[in-house]
T-cell receptor, first 113, second 111 residues
């Protein structure tokens, strides 16, 4: 099992460019999450998908969109990147809504110039 | 008050020392609790779950105090390789799908 696979690992964008971060899990998990992590801020939830076909906003959704393409895949899109979106992004998944641990992808380091 | 609070540290300890971290949570109905370890620029990885009766995994001991709403992590005989950030994670109840993270406690173990 690969677990949670996240691509790309690194990306540099210019302000205004768009891009999609891809995330896939092979553990048949229901719930998937996108976090960003900035120095001193901890992990902040951008969007989540409790189950296939549903998505909801987290703590910091502005400037992002998501798609739960199927049970395996949950993508994060930046339509018009801004320097404030420079961060490390983590995708995570877990089996069910209660009592289950999270599994994380290896992260995407994004710089917006 | 933040939902999950941790002392950011850093805790700077010599090899072989015993060190303990606490994490407080505000939702008394929270159901499950975890400690994650995060190395610099890497993804968080599960260190251990925290059970009501307390649990131990080698040099690591986790405890839950529901009355006072905190969990703790004790590391005995610290190793250089224990240097990392330790994240407390709380799963709320009531159908919430969102696990709540503390900001993490930084541990530096020096020779």
């Amino acid at each position: 099992n690969a677990g949670v696979t996240q691509t790309p690992k690194f990306q540099v964008l210019k302000t205004g460019q768009s891009m999609t971060l891809q995330c896939a899990q092979d553990m048949n998990h229901n719930s998937m999450y996108w976090y960003r992590q900035d120095p001193g801020m901890g992990l902040r939830l951008i969007y989540y998908s409790a189950s296939e076909g549903t998505t909801d906003k987290g703590e910091v959704p502005n400037g992002y969109n998501v798609s739960r393409l199927n049970k395996r895949e949950f993508s994060l899109r930046l339509e018009s990147a801004a320097p404030s979106q420079t961060s490390v992004y983590f995708c995570a998944s877990r089996a069910s809504t209660l009592g289950e641990k999270l599994f994380f992808g290896s992260g995407t380091q994004l710089s917006v110039l | 008050r933040k939902e999950v609070e941790q002392d950011p540290g850093p805790f700077n300890v010599p090899e072989g020392a015993t060190v303990a971290f606490n994490c407080t949570y505000s939702n008394s109905a929270s159901q499950s609790f975890f400690w994650y370890r995060q190395d610099c620029r890497k993804e968080p990885k599960l260190l251990m779950s925290v059970y009501s009766s307390g649990n131990e995994d080698g040099r690591f001991t986790a405890q839950l105090n529901r009355a006072s709403q905190y969990i703790s992590l004790l590391i005995r005989d610290s190793k250089l390789s224990d240097s990392a950030t330790y994240l407390c994670v709380v799963n709320p109840s009531g159908g919430s799908y969102i696990p709540t993270f503390g900001r993490g406690t930084s541990l530096i173990v020096h020779p």
